[in-house]
């Protein structure tokens, strides 16, 4: 995913010359670096001081620049959170935020590394626009959209390349939620690239005679909620699947959407309000219930517990 | 007074004067307000006034001017002083600084950019506006625009250390076309008590005792001037100085010194001062002590 931002990038500077890249110093861990390689006189190294980054490209934003920084999402969403919101999201600045190595899999760096509060953060924040690609087809139609269209985007990408979701014909529209496997017993719904994972967990289920439909929601802000209702409608339990925390992030937006629209039984999967630590991939995803594996125990679980209130209340 | 004076009668401008009746109006729109800062804006107003009415190169009924300097009030909680300066120069009537604080008002509690035009930034939270200051800068310098950016911070200000990482890559990039002007009015807040027998120049420590931001500046590489901040000749003939060095690669700092709550005889170098409302009795001791001077430049 981080090789699709930056190639994109790289694309679209040969069209567009208020194209920037500001990095925080880590250039070769988020592929900034390919980009300062390609138009050397459009990558602006920062240093490592996110904040002043934050402002700087607020600065360029009034001069009709269009910056994207660099960075890992821990950064920008925590370090430059004040930043962020005050120069960024309260100026509705014209400021893209790639924010690299988001969720629990950065590659060995732990808990002080990973970011698993972000979308709740950066969803918080009147006016920004909040993504969460589920591969690298997507991130790159995000990219695109992103450096189109004037405003703050927050940009969550994952650093590990992941199973693809999407061909090229995909056309990134914000708010938009894609359903990509219907079932009629339970909906599980996912962001980022959680959502191969958990599509992986919806076949799994299938295979044990369990229906499970996914809906994948690329862009937690704005967002189609009359979709998700609407998706939710029919079926005996709605799933959310999340790597990250369970608190405010997607699980947070589906419960204010079901609570508002589509009152029923919600099950959120995701980081339990617990801080992550270094390890595999694997054992993170097994740990944190984000497995395909554990994702299928858990909705299996929890459907059979649905039909036994179910069953009782009958 | 003239509100919009042209440049060629810029020289004869009584700076003196303009600062006067901006401390007015300052202490009556936080009184009618009812909330506001004090101690600041009349610290720094009359590098406001210096600024606005000779330094800046700036069109009040054209804020979008692409030529135009930039300036950044970096210490947003003075904003009523800037707000105070800007209806003088002409960008807005003066009866509206009584909508100063109040809903919907373009003139918020700290500077918004998205609401009244001719703010360069939204400020507020500190330590922030010179990292738009770099931006700006840098991104005048790659657009080929000759304007100069100039950022007012706080002395107290400098305590956050944002600043620090602005001033670190501003020199790194070499932008002679920015000037930090640092308001060294040696009080913030609250700060800490004087020590028996310490001095200060108000009636707490001052922000940047035990601190060296001359040399801290020019270790990082900044060229520093010191002036001081009330004389509005050498505030000019500073911002003329900076301005000038544009073409090299080393930005300037203006330390101005200055004295909190200037011009007012109860206000002046007493902390209690900085986001303080003048009472009935204060305001009308503020009309004597600006007011009559003001009235007979009128």
Redesign the interface.
Known sequence: MRDAWAETLIDLAGDNPDLLVLDADLGTSTRADRFAVAHPERFLQMGIAEQNMVGVAAGLATLGYVPWLSSFAVFLTHRAADQVRMLVAQTHANVKIGAAYSGLLTGFTGKTHQDVEDLAIMRAMPGMTVIAPGDATECSAAVRWATATSGPVYLRLARDAGPDLFDDSYRFEPGRVIRLREGSEVLIVSTGTQSARSLAAAEILGSQGISAGVVHVPCLKPVDAEAIAAAARGVRLVVTAEEHTILGGLGGLVAEILGEHEPRRLVRIGISDAWGESASNAFLLERHGLSPERVAERVALELARVDGIAGEAG | MPVTPRPDVAAEIDLEAIARRGRQLVIESVAHSGAGHIGGPLSAMDLLVALYFRVLRIRPDETDWPERDRFILSKGHSSIGLYAVMALRGYFPIAELATFDSGDSRLQGHP???RLPGL??????L??????????????R??G?GFHTFVMLGDGETQE??VW??V??AA?YGLGNLTAIVDCNGLQQYGWPLAPGEGGRGDRRDPLAGTHLRAALEAFGWRVLEIDGHDPEGIVAACDQARDAAGTVRPTAILATTVKGRGLSFTEGRFEWHSRVATADEAAAARQELGAAGETEA
């Open positions: 918004d950019m998205t360069e930034a939204s400020t507020g939270s330590g922030q506006g010179l990292a738009v200051g770099v931006g700006i800068a840098l991104g005048a790659m657009r625009l250390g944002m990482e602005s670190m890559v790194k």
